[in-house]
Nanobody, 116 residues
Framework: QVQLVESGGGLVQAGGSLRLSCVHSGIIFNINAMGWYRQAPGKQRELVAA???????KYADSVKGRFTISRDNAKNTVYLQMNSLKSEDTAVYYC??????????WGQGTQVTVSS
């Protein structure tokens, strides 16, 4: 059973920073990529950032230059460093793990609220 557990969300003022963490556990092999998605009220879930098994990264245009995705394979953890936060970054952030197949797993989500 694959489990993803996010942490690090919270309330921050505009211009501030947060770091999200996602620890994955279970029998895991053939991981294609891990990523962070977000969903704001009334909007569709969107990709924020992803990192492939080769270490390649991609970002939504809206977060380029402000967010950084990274991973620590020894800790089974992927991070999302979020700087220069804006009110429009307010959303529930979800961790995603994609395996070859493809099979996709999701965390329970962590709320990020940016006050202006």
């Amino acid at each position: 059973q694959v489990q993803l557990v996010e942490s690090g969300g919270g309330l921050v003022q505009a211009g501030g920073s947060l770091r999200l963490s996602c620890v994955h556990s279970g029998i895991i092999f053939n991981i294609n990529a891990m990523g962070w998605y977000r969903q704001a009220p009334g909007k569709q879930r969107e990709l924020v950032a992803a990192i492939t098994r080769n270490g390649n990264t991609k970002y939504a245009d809206s977060v380029k230059g402000r967010f950084t995705i990274s991973r620590d394979n020894a800790k089974n953890t992927v991070y999302l460093q979020m700087n220069s936060l804006k009110s429009e970054d307010t959303a529930v952030y979800y961790c995603n793990l994609e395996r070859v197949g493809p099979t996709s797993y999701w965390g329970q989500g962590t709320q990020v609220t940016v006050s202006s």
